[in-house]
């Protein structure tokens, strides 16, 4: 990439950007690196890739950088949904990265030997409906910003709850509850050899979580658990279970 000076600007801010987005702990810190690696960066250079030696005009390289961007993250998140990783901030960061170095070693040998061009700022004089076509782009992605931060309340909206045993070396049972209300439960632990199960009836508030912890039971021989949840509304029906065996 010699001599293409905005394709290897480009790379470095990737790297950049990838880096400050996973490590700088601060949420609102974190978006500065995030938002350019999501919105703009895969966009210019996919696009660079794609009009190879005849890139548009400077002015239109912003909305069609927003559209492109927004296109890779689709098509993204099917990809990462089927990888064995999953969906994480690395995993994410990783493969947008990979995806803005490709596409600006493409975009380099399609381009050629680098010539001569004229100043940036020669090339910056919108038309006025390209300049409204810009704002208009940053308007839609300000917006879009706003609106995954905001909170909404919805009384129909339904929640869930979680019901897990950490390893089969662990004693300790967890439920959390991401419902949209304090729901009341029921938790019945059934060990093998144990003369009764044990039974908790409990509430949990929203984004609440609860640890119960299971007997000890003294044998050289693993031990089969299984765990039942009930919600009070519906205390004849099994909610969540899980099973397992304690060594």
Partial sequence: ???????RLICALALVCAIGSLIVPLGAVRAIFAVPLALILPGYAIAAAAFGSRPPAWPERLPL??????????LSSLVLNFAPGGIHGFSWALLLVLVVLLS????????GPARHRPPLLSKLRPSRAT???????LAMAAAALILA??????????????????SPKSTQIGITSEQQQTR?????????????PLVETFALEPSHTRLVTIPSVSTSSPVAV??????????????????????
């Fill in 1 to 7: 990439m010699r001599g293409h000076r905005d394709l």
């Fill in 65 to 74: 950088s927003l559209g492109v961007s927004l296109a890779c993250l689709t």
């Fill in 104 to 111: 600006c070693r493409t975009a380099a040998r399609r381009r």
């Fill in 131 to 137: 300049a409204i076509l810009g704002v208009g782009a």
């Fill in 149 to 166: 931060q905001a909170t909404f309340e919805n009384d129909q909206a339904s929640g869930y709850t979680q019901l897990w045993i950490a």
């Fill in 184 to 196: 009341y439960y029921r938790l019945v632990v059934e060990i093998e050899g144990a003369r009764s």
């Fill in 226 to 247: 299984e765990v039942k949840l009930y919600l009070r509304s519906r205390p004849e029906k099994v909610y969540r279970r899980v099973s397992t065996l304690l060594q």
